[in-house]
């Protein structure tokens, strides 16, 4: 079982910034991914790494804006967020699964507003 806490949301200009943390507890040694899902539409991937950190995948929506990361010491993963666009706005969740197909535990979420 895994258990996923997120935080770091908020709201924010277009061309701004945001830092999302995602708190793991339980198994951790999990690929770990971030969704997001905006109002009226189905969620939709951004970002997930492997355990080692060594491997990102990125929805091409947010290549070159956002890095993903992780600190496994920590048991956190971060989603950093830059040059904002109102089209960014949704509730973003955190996930972990086995694998970069699937996801089997997730977090409640956090609000990101991008006001233009």
């Known amino acids: 079982q895994v258990q996923l806490v997120e935080s770091g949301g908020g709201l924010v200009q277009a061309g701004g910034s945001l830092r999302l943390s995602c708190a793991a507890s339980?198994?951790?040694?999990?690929?770990m991914g971030w969704f997001r899902q905006a109002p009226g539409k189905e969620r939709e991937f951004v970002a997930a790494?492997?355990?080692?950190?060594?491997?990102?995948n990125y929805a091409d929506s947010v290549k070159g804006r956002f890095t993903m990361s992780r600190d496994n010491a920590e048991n956190t993963v971060y989603l950093q967020m830059n040059s904002l666009k109102p089209e960014d706005t949704a509730v973003y969740y955190c996930?972990?699964?086995?694998?970069?197909?699937?996801?089997?535990?997730w977090g409640q979420g956090t609000q990101v507003t991008v006001s233009s």
């Open positions: 996930a972990a699964g086995r694998n970069f197909i699937g996801f089997n535990y």
């Open positions: 339980g198994r951790t040694s999990y690929v």
């Open positions: 790494i492997n355990w080692s950190g060594t491997i990102t």
